[in-house]
């Protein structure tokens, strides 16, 4: 079984950032791909960015040169340094950690953009 804890929500201005986290247990985390989604009220979860166990990352469209993502291997760890944030980044993030078959899910944490 993995656990997946995230953190480092919160309220924050436009403009400004937020680094999430997403902490595991387990040894399958460093050996996986793990993807961070996001979903607003009202709307459907949509997958924000993903990084493989080697590093390869990919975002989509919205985030691109405001997200970054990465992962500690060591600390079973992965982040998302959110920059620029805008009004709609407004969501509850969750990271996944992506199996062959099926994965597991945190229980998200909530970022709020707004003045």
């Known amino acids: 079984q993995v656990q997946l804890v995230e953190s480092g929500g919160g309220l924050v201005q436009p403009g400004g950032s937020l680094r999430l986290s997403c902490a595991a247990s387990?040894?399958?985390?460093?050996?996986?791909?793990v993807d961070w989604y996001r979903q607003a009220p009202g709307k459907q979860r949509e997958l924000v960015a993903g990084?493989?166990?080697?590093?390869?990352?990919n975002y989509v469209d919205s985030v691109k040169g405001r997200f970054t993502i990465s992962r500690d291997n060591a600390k079973n760890t992965v982040y998302l340094q959110m920059n620029s944030l805008r009004p709609e980044d407004t969501a509850v993030y969750y990271c996944r950690l992506r199996l062959p078959v099926g994965g597991f899910w945190g229980q998200g944490t909530q970022v709020t953009v707004s003045s």
């Open positions: 990084i493989t166990s080697s590093g390869n990352t």
């Open positions: 387990g040894r399958l985390f460093s050996i996986n791909p």
